[in-house]
């Protein structure tokens, strides 16, 4: 029972029914009010002209939050969750080897795969269809591929494996990667776990759990790293292992880390490596926000876009999906970060 119940709460369309079902009825208690209120307001004592202008206000007012939600939930549903942003930044470094001047890093995130298929799945050609348009040296992906079991990841996999960039793509695992909202046993969930890891190989991915590949133009090299996911509280799994993906990295190596969520850049990254990029996501970039005001903001610190410390870097990619489908002010997005070597005057 608790199993299916899970289900239901994690398939992405269940929020959707809700949200109709919820303000349909209230609609129609609205409705019923205002019918019950005409027809009986000549049993009503004449009363006094500022009891009247409220009584008359109230119903205007409610009237209005109903029809404002509405257009919310309309709009967050089926306009909000279908916009893209292909976002460009420059960074510059002054210890970028001169070789990676210029170097193309296209990153997305937090796919979600089972809220990317059936009638939504046009949404992920699209956001595909741009990344591989950037013709990036670098593709990386920022965590969350599924909402709850790998098996979402099937109808979507001829997708996904079309990511193509110079040097490869490159991934992480994210808090949803992990069987945590799936309710079988452990057996069920180390078999479901296994099939999660294998599947950034079937996609022609290059999965880095505490690991790190280095990328080379000449005599010359970059490392990318990735650390597993690493939450702030024991909500989210807490693997992440800075003096593990980094072994073997030397003192200058510039380094572009992966982890999903960005609360381990403070925790972790900053403080116990020199890495100068770090991508994440996992925050979805609040999937609303209201003139610059995000919900994420308030549990995370660094919850969308660019961040700097010193001469180091985190950027939070909003994310391409998420478990309910509805975004307003949020949209999905596309991140193309151009390495540049900073020449000093």
């Known amino acids: 029972m608790n199993r299916l119940l899970l289900i239901i709460l994690l398939d992405p369309d269940t929020y959707i029914y809700i949200g109709w079902a919820v303000l349909t009825l209230l609609t129609l208690l609205l409705a019923w009010l205002f019918f019950r209120r005409r ?11 500022l009891a009247s202008r409220t009584s008359h206000l109230v119903p205007r007012i409610l ?19 279908s916009q893209l942003e ?29 809220t990317m298929t059936g009638r939504r799945r046009h949404l992920l050609e699209e956001a595909i269809d741009s990344i591989n348009a950037q013709q990036a040296d670098m593709v990386v992906f920022t965590g969350d591929l599924q909402n709850i079991v790998p098996e979402e990841i099937e109808p979507v996999a001829d997708l996904l494996s079309s990511v193509k ?31 999660r890891m294998n599947m950034d190989d079937q996609l022609g991915w290059t999965l880095l759990v505490n690991e790190r590949r280095f990328i080379r133009r000449g005599n010359e090299r970059i490392v990318i790293a990735g650390m597993d996911n690493d939450g702030a509280t024991e909500r989210f799994p807490q693997n992440g292992d800075v003096q593990q993906t980094l072994f073997g990295v030397r003192l200058h190596d510039f380094i572009v880390m992966l982890e999903h969520d960005p609360t381990a850049w403070r925790r972790k990254i900053l403080p116990h490596s020199h890495t100068q990029l770090t991508l994440s996501g996992h925050t ?32 939070v990619n909003s994310g391409l999906g998420g478990v309910v489908p509805f975004r307003l002010g949020a949209p999905a997005e596309i991140t193309v970060i151009t390495l540049r070597l900073k020449i000093e005057n």
Do not use: C
């Open 39 to 49: 027809h009986s307001s000549h049993l009503v004592p004449r009363t006094s002209h």
């Open 165 to 195: 960039a110079r040097d490869g793509v490159f991934s992480v695992l994210g808090n949803h990667d992990y069987p945590m909202y799936f309710k079988g046993d452990e057996f069920e969930k180390y078999e479901k776990m296994g099939l």
């Open 86 to 114: 292909v976002r460009h930044i420059e960074l510059a470094f002054d210890d970028l080897p001169p070789s990676f001047d210029g170097y193309k890093i296209v990153q997305f995130s937090d796919v979600h795969a089972g």
């Open 63 to 81: 009237l209005s939050l109903l029809a404002l939600a509405w257009v919310v939930f309309l709009y967050g549903t089926y306009i909000g969750f």
């Open 284 to 315: 979805h970039g609040g999937q609303v926000s209201l003139l610059g005001w995000t919900p994420a903001s308030i549990t995370y610190h660094e919850s969308r876009g660019l961040y700097q410390a010193g001469k180091r870097y985190l950027y």
